[in-house]
């Protein structure tokens, strides 16, 4: 039987300033994404690149915000990942062109 949860898939947290993994899907389960936001916190503008891998860096194929403009003070309610399906032991990587600048967090559901 299958069991649809809908969940908090990351928690506020700041993105690194290098390509980092912000959420791994566990075994026998797919995540569905519902919303994600990025949120600079900072004074100063930067930059924003994700995408969902199956645990290694990002690349181009893989890459689906890349290096995206966001003001300072600026919410992006992001149009690319929302709505994506991610397969079990598949990663979601994010990064800020300035360390500690950009909040981040995603929910969804969760399907076992």
């Given at each position: 039987?299958?069991?649809?949860?809908?969940?908090?898939?990351?928690?506020p947290m700041q993105l690194a300033g290098s390509d980092a993994?912000?959420?791994?899907?566990?075994?026998?389960?797919?995540?569905?994404?519902?919303?994600?936001?990025?949120?600079?916190?900072?004074?100063?503008?930067?930059?924003?690149?994700?995408?969902?891998?199956?645990?290694?860096?990002?690349?181009?194929?893989?890459?689906?915000?890349?290096?995206?403009?966001?003001?300072?003070?600026?919410?992006?309610?992001?149009?690319?990942?929302?709505?994506?399906?991610?397969?079990?032991?598949?990663?979601?990587?994010a990064f800020a062109g300035t360390g500690a600048a950009v909040?981040?967090?995603?929910?969804?559901?969760t399907i076992v």
């Open positions: 039987m299958t069991t649809v949860t809908q969940v908090q898939l990351v928690a993994t912000v959420y791994t899907v566990g075994t026998q389960t797919t995540v569905k994404i519902g919303r994600a936001v990025f949120i600079n916190t900072t004074a100063s503008a930067t930059t924003i690149s994700a995408g969902i891998t199956t645990g290694g860096a990002l690349t181009a194929a893989t890459t689906l915000i890349s290096a995206r403009a966001i003001a300072p003070g600026e919410s992006y309610v992001s149009p690319e990942l929302a709505g994506a399906n991610i397969p079990a032991g598949s990663v979601i990587r909040t981040f967090t995603a929910s969804g559901v």
